[in-house]
T-cell receptor, first 111, second 115 residues
Framework: LAKTTQPISMDSYEGQEVNITCSHNNIATNDYITWYQQFPSQGPRFIIQGYKTKVTNEVASLFIPADRKSSTLSLPRVSLSDTAVYYCLVGDSTGGFKTIFGAGTRLFVKA | DTEVTQTPKHLVMGMTNKKSLKCEQHMGHRAMYWYKQKAKKPPELMFVYSYEKLSINESVPSRFSPECPNSSLLNLHLHALQPEDSALYLC??????????????FGPGTRLLVL
């Protein structure tokens, strides 16, 4: 399984763009990259998923370079409510249902 | 309806008790999961059911016993737990055949305290 490495924590201010980078050097050819958000005492919530290049939805953008050994979650104009833990996951291309969460990045947005 | 519900929200039990956690989804998903999450740690996969059959057991102690009575329900039976089993237990579901690209929908969790 590809292991992921993320910064332990990040601070930001309201209205700023936040970029969280995840390293996954051993990503396999068929693996997708998925990001989840988790608030305290709640279950994780899907944010975005991608395979290569750039993916954008109403919440975030995901940038994946050509070698796919890293990815960057971009949150535009964060607000206080974006304070949460963000997890980067790389799938198990051998198939099945295994989901291995990395340590996650604690984002703290200040006023 | 994109909701996964879990009951109870909180549970306190002694080490000799038997209790059950329940999870329900009505999205027609055929894969369901149990995770354990300790404070300030990521969720850890415990069990996966696919089409009501246990497909993954991540070497979980036998004091945790999962059950999938039908495609919408998932139970976790607890017996003779230890204080170190205190954690947030999360249930999730995904659409069909699994695979890393499937989005998992998580419930709010059951916070368990073992005394």
């Amino acid at each position: 399984l590809a292991k992921t490495t993320q910064p332990i924590s990040m601070d930001s201010y309201e209205g700023q763009e936040v970029n969280i980078t995840c390293s996954h050097n051993n990503i396999a050819t068929n693996d997708y990259i998925t990001w989840y958000q988790q608030f305290p005492s709640q279950g994780p919530r899907f944010i975005i998923q991608g395979y290569k290049t750039k993916v954008t939805n109403e919440v975030a953008s995901l940038f994946i370079p050509a070698d796919r050994k890293s990815s960057t979650l971009s949150l535009p104009r964060v607000s206080l409510s974006d304070t949460a833990v963000y997890y980067c996951l790389v799938g198990d291309s051998t198939g099945g249902f295994k989901t291995i969460f990395g340590a996650g990045t604690r984002l703290f947005v200040k006023a | 309806d994109t909701e996964v519900t879990q009951t109870p929200k909180h549970l306190v039990m002694g080490m000799t008790n038997k209790k059950s956690l329940k999870c329900e989804q009505h999205m027609g998903h055929r894969a369901m999961y149990w995770y354990k999450q300790k404070a300030k740690k990521p969720p850890e996969l415990m069990f996966v059911y696919s089409y009501e059959k246990l497909s993954i057991n991540e070497s979980v102690p036998s004091r945790f016993s999962p059950e999938c009575p039908n495609s919408s329900l998932l139970n976790l039976h607890l017996h003779a737990l230890q204080p170190e089993d205190s954690a947030l237990y999360l249930c999730a579901s995904s659409q069909e055949s699994g695979g890393d690209q499937e989005t998992q929908y998580f419930g709010p969790g059951t916070r368990l305290l073992v005394l």
